[in-house]
């Protein structure tokens, strides 16, 4: 019998999740809600949804689903999934979770004492090439990894960017930090599956950037991670272009760069000849590495999966599958905590450097 799915809250990330739902034969969207009517009619229209609310307690006793997806502002998850898991149903909840550490540890505490499983919509961490990377890493190709950077670049002029900019009260407007908050579970969710230590020093730098600097909202970070045994960096920006998306991994016998925008995952190792010949024959194994990588993905793509989305789509058949046989949730809690904890860290110091700023001033 088919999973029985509900939604609640039907904005722009609703239409993302909608779209995947669907590809999944063993899953069944009977229900959306959103406290504005006419947004779940046409999110239902669209996708030819049976039932469509307004009121989400009344959905949850009618309808009776076996998930909920919450893609509603973060400012309302923890009640939002808190009814959910009082009803009996497991929650995929779109990123962030929450807005502070201390919420987080109280939805997962929630969720384990209900039985109940949860995830967190991180689509990109199970891409193609984030799962590639992790078999490679599991196999020692590139030694042990040193230091850790995550990139993560954002389009003010995009189609996402303008309604926050231009309303100053826009539920994002409402997060810490703003949108940099709004995506930091892309940034950090890379550095702290590989980050061996639950207990890093930060030191970051926040700021408004031109692009921003009118609507006074920051939109620059740069931030240093110090563990004991490994170091990273993040960034984000919304000022240097190529818009772009990457991770990389340098290791002691080698390094991993992973482009999320082209799906493109490459491997550096020294050169095996010395001089001009091993320079020339070192650019063409990297071309080669690109030009198989991209022929696998055409592959995927083919089969329907590689895509924008292809990483959601594969952490929602995850979790279905991990209700359906009572399998360990796709993202393991510890994780979710530990990104959690890592991004309050980082507002933290910012605040702090900011207010040590004023005072020399």
Not at 114 to 141: C, E, M, N
Not at 164 to 178: E, I, K, S, T
């Amino acid at each position: 019998m088919p999973l029985r799915i509900a939604l609640v809250g039907c904005g722009k990330a609703a239409e993302n999740h909608v779209a995947q739902i669907q590809h999944i034969p063993d899953a069944d969207l009977v229900a959306v809600c959103d406290r504005e009517p006419i947004m779940a009619e046409q999110l239902g229209s669209r996708y030819d949804v049976r039932q469509c609310y307004s009121d989400y307690g009344e959905m949850l006793e009618k309808e009776r689903p076996d998930v909920v997806h919450i893609t509603a502002p973060p400012q309302v998850h923890l009640g939002l999934a808190t009814m959910a898991f009082e009803t009996g149903c497991h929650v995929l909840i779109e990123k962030p979770a929450t807005c502070s550490y201390a919420a987080t540890e109280q939805l997962l505490s929630r969720a384990e004492a209900a039985g109940r499983k949860l995830t967190v919509a991180w689509g990109h961490y199970f891409d193609p090439i984030a799962r590639d990377l992790r078999h490679l890493l599991q196999s020692a190709a590139i030694g042990e990894v040193v230091h850790l950077n995550s990139h993560f670049g954002y389009n003010l002029t995009g189609p996402f960017a303008r309604p926050v900019l231009n309303d100053p009260d826009h539920w994002v407007r409402g997060l810490p930090a703003q949108l940099i908050y709004n995506v930091a579970d892309h940034i950090f969710n890379k550095i702290c599956e590989y980050l061996p230590g639950d207990d890093p020093s930060v030191e970051t730098v926040i700021w408004a950037g031109q692009s921003s600097l009118q609507h006074d909202m920051p939109s620059e970070m740069r931030v240093l991670i110090k563990d004991d045994r490994v170091t990273a960096t993040a960034v984000f920006s919304s000022e240097i272009r190529p818009v772009l998306h990457r991770f990389q991994v340098f290791g002691t016998r080698g390094s991993a760069s992973l482009d999320f925008t082209s799906g493109i995952l490459c491997i550096d190792r020294p050169p095996r000849h010395r001089g001009a010949v091993g320079a020339l024959l070192s650019g063409y194994e990297e071309a080669w590495g690109r030009l198989k990588y991209a022929n696998r993905n055409m592959v995927r793509m083919t089969k329907g999966e590689f895509g924008y989305f292809s990483g959601l789509q594969y952490l929602i058949r995850s979790f279905y599958r991990s209700i359906v046989r009572d399998d360990p949730v796709p993202i393991p809690h510890d994780l979710i905590l530990r990104v959690s904890r890592l991004t309050d860290r980082v507002l933290l110091d910012a605040r702090g450097a900011e207010c040590k700023e004023k005072l020399i001033a």
